[in-house]
């Protein structure tokens, strides 16, 4: 990775295809770890349900 320009608001750099391509693999597994924290903390708060009610509303959605 070499730094081509920094200023106070961007900075531009040049990667290989394969480190940009891992960089957005690491992003978007860091996009769906984000989704998956707010999932747990919004499942913690719900009441429990029943297997049947758990279809319905996935049935809902």
Known sequence: MCI???NARN???RLSNA???RLMEL???YRIAKS???AKKE???VK???KEE???FIDSL
């Open 36 to 38: 998956v924290v707010r």
């Open 27 to 29: 992003e978007n597994a």
């Open 4 to 6: 081509i320009e920094r």
């Open 48 to 50: 429990g349900m029943t």
């Open 11 to 13: 900075i531009t750099v």
């Open 19 to 21: 480190r940009w391509n």
């Open 54 to 56: 758990a279809m319905n």
């Open 43 to 45: 499942c913690e708060k």
